[in-house]
Each structure stands twice: as C-alpha cells, then as structure tokens.
C-alpha cells in the first residue's frame, strides 16, 4: 500500500472552538467538511486526546474558524501545538478574538461558521462532531490556506493527533 497517497486528499486549515465553563478553548484541525446542504450541516473528527474533545463532549454548540494564507502563523502554533488541558494554557491570549453567536471565533481569519452541536460518532481514536450551521460570518477576503500549502508552503508538520498523521512523514 502507498498511503502517502493519502496525501492527496484535500483539505483547509480550521480552528475548531468551544466554552469550557466560560473559558475559550479549542484546537486546529484539518478534518471539516460539510455533510448536508439543507439542513446545513458540517462535521470534524476530533482525536480523544484532546482536551478540545472533552469540551466537544460536554459542548451543546461550536465554531469553525477558516484560516487563511495570510494568517499569523502563531494561531497554528497556539491551537494546533499547545493543549488546554494545562489550565494555564489560554490559547486566545495570543490569538485576537471575536465573539459570533456567542461563540468564540479567530479574528484574523476568513470568517467563522457556528454550529449547534446535533449528533456523534465514534471511530476509535477520534470522535466525528456533527453540527448544524447556526450562522456564518465573513471577516476578510483572504484567501483560505489549503492543508497542502501549509505543508509546501509553511512546511508545517502534523502533529499525532491530527487524522492525517503518518509516522516519519
Ligand atoms: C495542521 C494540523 C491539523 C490538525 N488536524 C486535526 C484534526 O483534524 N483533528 C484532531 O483531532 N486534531 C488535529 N490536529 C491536532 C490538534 O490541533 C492538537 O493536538 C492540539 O494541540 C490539541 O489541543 P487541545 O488539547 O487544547 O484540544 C491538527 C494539528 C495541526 C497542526
């Protein structure tokens, strides 16, 4: 098997946000998709690891920052490098947010869609969260980094936990 073709399954870059009892916490992820149109639905398979994942599971809603090319890189090393289950972690004292629909968003992104949390599956080491669109907010027209250009172009890594994760690739 080659599964570095795999690879060439494409993607975004996304910040995957929640409340943990008042607190902002959240994580990157490359796993969002949209599932239906109407209702509008959209799902991110999120590792059990992450302490983004306890909140998914104690969450009722959450939101999707889309980042883009142009966002600072810092976000990605905030949310996609660092956990929250260390209380003094707090990933938006780097990171400027805003609030949309109550939730909390990447400011310096493309926008953000929020979602009211509707159904689960588990699969193993990750969890699929499914949402139904609740709004979407447009911040810029940047364009949106692709997860292909964060590797070729940032030559950022993934980390274990992401769904894409090969050993030594
Ligand atoms: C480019 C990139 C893509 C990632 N994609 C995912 C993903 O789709 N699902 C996931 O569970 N983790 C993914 N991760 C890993 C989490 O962002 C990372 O483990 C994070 O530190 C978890 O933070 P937390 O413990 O505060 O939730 C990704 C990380 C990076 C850098």
């Known amino acids: 098997m080659d599964a570095t073709v795999l690879f060439d399954l494409s993607y975004g870059v996304y910040v995957v946000t929640t409340w943990d009892e008042g607190r902002a916490v ?31 599971k104690r969450a009722d809603k959450f939101a999707i920052s889309i980042l883009a090319e ?11 490098f660092k956990s929250a289950a260390d209380p003094k972690v707090e990933k938006f004292a780097e990171v400027d947010q805003r609030l949309v629909n109550n939730l909390p968003a990447v400011a310096d992104s493309c926008g953000v869609i929020t979602c009211r949390l509707i159904d689960s599956h588990d ?29 070729r172009v940032i ?9 894409t994760y090969q050993p030594g690739k």
């Open 155 to 163: 030559k950022g890594k993934s980390p274990k936990n992401a769904p």
């Open 70 to 80: 142009q966002s600072k890189p810092r976000i990605i090393g905030a949310f996609g």
């Open 26 to 56: 959240g994580c990157i992820a490359n796993s969002v998709m949209q599932i239906t149109a109407s209702p509008m639905t959209i799902a991110v398979s999120m590792n059990k690891d992450n302490y983004t994942y306890d909140c998914l």
């Open 123 to 151: 699969c193993g080491t990750h969890t699929i969260f499914i949402g139904e669109v609740t709004g979407a907010e447009r911040f810029s027209n940047a364009t949106p980094m692709t997860y292909s250009y964060y590797h």
